[in-house]
């Protein structure tokens, strides 16, 4: 299930469960005849009906709908509103699922935000209007469930935010993996062509990595992929991007960068690299195959193509050399 999804489908289940509670303390006031309270429990029941009709019409835009944030507004200043003037603090108990939903369907500091807006002003309203130790037992327990509630998202969102780490990061470099890099460069290619910006990619192979691993080892070839990793950060531009192929090969994908700027960084990465002294291995080498997008590339694997075949070239002109496809040599 995409997120999307799943937060369509928590949002209307939240929005109804919600309606449900607020629903029935609306039946049960218009029984024993609190006509306040019943048209308060209707006008709030109204509102998280309207929360899921706008799930629903949303339902592709969930991960950014701005309509929530109003909707629960009017919620949270409904009741404390409500508080203020009917001078009833026999509903502090109302603003339970309120303070749940809030956290359910906002960002976290939106969510917290709001809460504490609703639970300040009905603090100090229930300080000034019940004994303090009766306030004091109702606000402690909205603030534990807040604080529960909120620790509990805060935990989800930091191992969701983990797991999808793991999922696109390389466990030996740190780079992003040959997973994450087609998704990123397709959506490059897309801001390339609707924004008309250049856009350039760079193929980088280790020159003798088999008979380097051959003569120090797997576990040192992994050291020195992950010193060159270290390295090529330090050289790229922030939106630069980073990506391992596999044991001896790496992905650039350079934004806004034509083909004279290609040939900039591309020269730079290859000198420094055979500049540097590596740990254990001692002197290292680069082949760089680099390419620019043309009006006819709108697929990732025409430009990865490209640049593999340039790197391929710059090969097999010899080591510590860069190649632009398509076919125009930088140095070698
Ligand atoms: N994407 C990318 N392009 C680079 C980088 N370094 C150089 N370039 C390209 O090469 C061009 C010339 O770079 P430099 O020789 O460093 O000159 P510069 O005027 O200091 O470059 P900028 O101020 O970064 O534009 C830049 O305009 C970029 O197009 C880099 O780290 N990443």
Redesign the pocket.
């Known amino acids: 299930m995409t997120e999307t999804r799943l937060r369509t489908w928590t949002h209307g289940v939240g929005y109804g469960l919600a309606t449900l509670f607020i629903f029935t303390l609306a039946l049960q006031n218009l029984r024993y005849g609190f006509y306040e309270l019943f048209y308060l429990a209707a006008g709030m029941a109204t509102l998280t009906l309207a929360g899921i009709a706008y799930t629903i019409l949303s339902r592709r835009h969930q991960l950014s709908a701005p309509g929530h944030l109003v909707i629960l507004s009017g919620l949270n200043s409904g009741l404390l509103a409500a508080m203020l003037t009917m001078s009833s603090t026999g509903i502090t108990h109302w603003a339970m699922p309120l303070l749940i939903l809030n956290l359910l369907i906002l960002p976290l500091r939106q969510a917290l935000a709001l809460s504490l807006l609703l639970i300040t002003p009905m603090a100090v309203l229930l300080f000034v209007k019940q004994p303090p130790a009766d306030a004091l037992t109702a606000i402690s327990g909205l603030l534990i469930v807040l604080t529960v509630a909120a620790l509990y998202i805060w935990q989800y969102d930091h191992m969701a935010q983990s797991a999808e780490d793991l999922a696109i990061t390389d466990p030996v470099t740190g780079a992003h993996n040959a997973r994450f890099l087609d998704e990123t460069l397709q959506k490059e290619i897309s801001r390339a062509i609707a924004t008309g910006h250049s856009l ?1 990619v760079i193929n980088l192979a280790i020159d003798y990595a088999d008979e380097a691993e051959d003569l120090h080892g797997k576990e040192n070839m992994q050291a020195l992929f992950y010193n060159m990793t270290q390295h090529l950060f330090g ?3 922030a ?2 991007t980073l990506y391992t192929l596999n044991d001896s090969e790496f992905f650039l994908i ?5 083909e ?3 040939r ?2 591309a020269e ?1 990465i290859r000198r420094t690299i055979a500049e540097q002294h590596w740990p254990v291995i001692g002197k290292a080498t680069v082949s760089l195959g680099c390419t620019t997008r043309g009006h006819s590339d709108t697929r990732t694997d025409t430009l990865r193509k490209r640049a593999h075949q340039a790197m391929l070239e710059a090969r097999k002109r010899g080591a510590d050399s860069a190649w632009f496809s398509p076919g125009e040599m930088l140095r070698t």
């Open positions: 350039s050289v790229i531009r939106g630069d350079l934004p806004f960068t034509p004279e700027g290609v900039v960084i730079r």
